[in-house]
């Protein structure tokens, strides 16, 4: 199996429109890997898209994906859906009649239902599967969808609207966590994965200057993990390999400032990797 990064931002991207930091100034001008899409990735093998932000047509068009077989939402938040309309891809414009595909739309429990309550993405996808360029399969918690021989089941983690999901197959066992870290604590089934990907988590203190980055009391610490509470999920998993991505722009660490902070955590013992847009990984 492959990995492909199809973008590492999270709900704000970089370089952020109107913002002219250091950061986003430098993502403007030198492109990948400095500028980030929104959250998604690829699995070659499966053959399966998790996710669809925004720019998913673009995110799609650079990378190596040649067919998607399926498709599965980790959760309702917009930045990890807005780009639904990408499935219109499967309509044939060229041809009358049309030799329309479909793309087979996996949805986990709880994002079945919050989909019917949130955004619209209920009714788009409806739509689109009553034009037939989509089928929308809703699962149960605890099943498991097997895709070219590889096994995937959905996690619902403690902020349980949000899944991840474990893959496992050709001997490998990889753990995909989109997003939403916080008070989840890894099971013992995960424990000693081959690959852990993880959201980075909100970068309370400048990891480098000890600075406070966010209020102490800003009210999104009572629900998302910090950068460090991270670090402490992947001690816990204990991953042969752990890649962390959702990177968001405010946290105001640019590429060249993470290639760094994986050099000072990894002489500490501590091995991650952070992912960038059109990064791919051999597993």
């Not at 044939?92 to 989909?115: E, N, S």
């Not at 009572?222 to 962390?244: I, P, Y």
Request: charged share 25%; glycine share 6%.
């Amino acid at each position: 199996m492959k990995i492909e990064f199809l973008g590492t931002g999270g709900a704000i991207t970089t370089p952020n429109p109107g913002c002219n930091c250091p950061i986003c100034s430098q993502a403007r001008i030198k492109g990948v890997p400095y500028s980030r899409t929104g959250p998604s990735l690829f699995v070659h093998g499966p053959n399966v898209l998790i996710d669809t932000p925004e720019e998913i047509k673009q995110q799609l068009n650079r990378s190596k994906v040649k067919q998607i077989d399926a498709c599965f939402y980790s959760h309702w938040h917009p930045d990890h859906v807005m780009g639904r309309r990408v499935w219109e891809m499967n309509h044939d414009w060229r041809h009358y009649p049309a030799i329309d595909k479909q793309t087979d739309i996996y949805l986990p429990q709880q994002v079945a239902l919050d989909f019917r309550q949130r955004l619209g993405s209920w009714e788009h996808l409806a739509f689109l599967e009553k034009s037939k360029l989509i089928r929308l399969i809703e699962l149960k918690d605890g099943e498991i969808v097997t895709l070219n021989s590889i096994h995937i089941r959905p996690i619902r983690l403690a902020e349980d609207y949000v899944y991840a999901f474990l893959i496992e197959g050709e001997g490998k066992r990889i753990l995909v966590v989109p997003d939403e870290l916080f008070g989840w604590q890894p099971p013992d089934e995960l424990k000693g994965l081959d690959l852990a990907i993880l959201p980075m988590g909100i970068v309370e203190l400048n990891p480098f200057t000890k600075e406070r980055m966010i209020a102490e009391n800003h009210p999104v610490l009572q629900s998302e993990a910090t950068f460090q509470q991270t670090l402490e999920v992947v001690k816990q998993l204990n991953a042969k390999k752990v890649v962390l991505t959702h990177i968001e722009e405010p946290d105001r660490l640019g590429y060249d400032d993470l290639c760094l902070l994986e050099k000072l955590l990894q002489s500490d013992g501590v091995q991650i990797n952070f992912a960038y847009d059109t990064l791919t990984i051999d597993v």
